[in-house]
């Protein structure tokens, strides 16, 4: 019997250097960012008030502009290369290609965003009895696609 859940321990965020043209970037080839906690990934739309008087009274609403943004937790890892890409990308001001996908690359029906991303956090916290870790968040600056395992976008 096929499992019909994905657990979150499966899922995947891989990194890669920003490419010019997010949409050259291929998931299959990202390395996995492995030293990740909690994800939440925050597909949202705009809107744009489109009521007319002709509406019987209703408010109608148009989607607008999609967005895209990643928050998780990394343990503090200064040796770790997906750390300090991440940490890297921070502190210059620069893109990293990301892939959050709900499995391996290879793997048919795992699927999810990729692009190039900016990191607009990272907070560090220091919990007394915890590791240090920082929160991340990674919002879209170019869309590369919608990938789909083992068939790509």
Not at 21 to 27: G, H, N, Q
Not at 80 to 104: M, P, Q
Not at 138 to 148: E, R
Request: with cysteine; aromatic share 8%; glycine share 10%.
């Amino acid at each position: 019997m096929s499992q019909s859940y994905v657990l979150g321990m499966d899922a995947q965020i891989l990194y890669t250097e920003a490419e010019s043209d997010a949409s050259s970037l291929d998931p299959a080839s990202m390395t996995e960012l492995s030293n990740v906690k909690d994800v939440t990934v925050n597909h949202e739309t705009g809107e744009a008030d489109v009521t007319t008087r002709a509406n019987s009274g209703w408010r109608a609403t148009a989607a607008t502009l999609r967005e895209c943004s990643v928050e998780f937790q990394m343990v503090w890892k200064k040796n770790d290369a997906g750390f300090s890409a991440i940490k890297n990308a921070w502190l210059n001001g620069t893109e990293i290609g990301l892939a959050v996908l709900t499995g391996d690359p290879d793997s048919a029906g795992s699927e999810g965003p990729y692009g190039n991303f900016s990191i607009t956090n990272f907070s560090r916290n220091e919990a007394l009895e915890e590791a240090i870790v920082v929160d991340v968040t990674a919002k879209l600056s170019a869309w590369g696609g919608w990938y789909n395992g083992g068939t790509g976008s």
